[in-house]
């Protein structure tokens, strides 16, 4: 009997460690799992542009501040779908658009490099409504408006949408 009491206990196996291994393991897996998800491009989002810009006449108007003015020259380059004439065909409501942007924008906003980015993407946002709710006249009105999706602040687009893509200052002065 006495060598039975003897008798060392048996070792148990460290399972507290082998548990964080797998953790880790599931934790790593799941992490490139999704990371390899969103990084691949959805293909029904890829707009195509046009191959040529439109341009706008000279738009020559006060700022938020009466007392400075803003001269800009403006072309835009619109989803390869959207016919040129129908733009053309709604320019009027397009200048409207332009105008009240940029009557509502401080004179730093126009002069400032790192807000012209925003500044371009009200502008194609303003000219989108415009051209949108001509185009709603001749839609069922009781068809709901397609929510644009949120731009990515990376993109070189400055609408997601349309039909204004992009955006370019040809010329842009303030006094």
């Known amino acids: 009997m006495s060598e039975e009491a003897v008798e060392s206990p048996k070792k148990k196996k460290p399972i507290m460690p082998i548990l964080m291994v797998l953790v880790l393991l599931l934790l790593g897996g799941g992490f490139f799992m999704m990371k390899s998800k969103s990084g691949k491009p959805d293909k029904k989002a890829k707009i195509e542009l046009a191959e040529k810009d439109t341009e706008l006449e000279e738009f020559l108007t006060n ?77 069922d009105p ?26 370019r200052f040809s010329s842009l002065a303030t006094q």
């Open 63 to 139: 700022t938020a501040d009466p007392s400075v003015y803003v001269r800009a020259k403006i072309s835009v380059t619109l989803r390869k779908d959207f016919e040129e004439a129908k733009f053309k065909a709604e320019t009027g409501d397009v200048r409207d658009a332009v105008l009240l942007v940029f009557n509502r924008t401080q004179p730093r906003e126009v002069t400032d490099g790192s807000n012209r980015k925003h500044l371009k993407r009200e502008l194609a946002d303003a000219m989108n409504e415009a051209l949108n709710a001509a185009d709603e006249k001749d839609k």
């Open 142 to 167: 009781e068809a709901k408006p397609e929510r644009p999706k949120p731009l990515d602040l990376k993109s070189d687009r400055d609408s997601s949408t349309g039909p204004v893509m992009k955006v």
